[in-house]
């Protein structure tokens, strides 16, 4: 008689111990890739869009590596202090691993990597809570740019709508949205639908370090502050 899958016993020592093996896993590539590399860069992003991060991480893969992840794990890896860094000089980038950030570990010159970060910007849909960077605003009237079909969908997102002889028609002004506030669901939708990007994935650069160099990119950043943070 087959064994009942309900009966499987699981042992949570192995999930654990996956788990530590995946971190180890990740901080033996960062210290063999801190050798084959010539500098190291914090960096920071805002609105992360993974398909958008891929494609550029992939340009850059003759020349460089990309880690994402846990902060914690990264810093264990370099280092988090003078007394355990790999490197020396090197806990000062680990100190900097916070919030939303990774590495970039490269063979690139300073000048090609400052030009690529400086310039590297990717629109996109705005997503719910974004901060809506202009007001949008619908004026009563037909609504030329919505087909029939898609005025239910239009009436459930609060638009005050309806079909006039087979045209969606807004029967008052409409806000979508007001610069400055957060995108409710409902208005990232819409502006999905009008096609509005108002999101900007941007990368920013946090700090460089290399053999005997270490340099902030962070004006009122000091070494006292990478020291403490």
Known sequence: MPKSKRNKQVTLSKTKKKGREHKESIVNSIRDAVENYNSIYVFSFENMRNLKFKEFREQLKPTSRFFLGSNKVMQVALGRSAADEIRPGIH?????????SGLLLTNMSKEEVEGLFNTYEEYDFARTGTTATE??????????QFTHEMEPFLRK???????????????????????GNPLSPDAARILRLMEIKMATFRLHLICRWAPEEFELYIE????????SA
Request: a negative charge; hydrophobic letters at 35%.
């Open 92 to 100: 000062k980038v680990s100190k900097l691993l916070r919030g939303d």
């Open 157 to 179: 997102q609060g638009m005050p709508v309806r079909l006039n002889k087979g045209v969606v028609e807004l029967v008052s002004d409409f806000v979508v949205c007001e610069e």
């Open 220 to 227: 009122g950043l000091g070494d006292s502050d990478v020291e």
């Open 135 to 144: 007001k949008v605003e619908l004026k009563e009237g037909h609504l030329e």
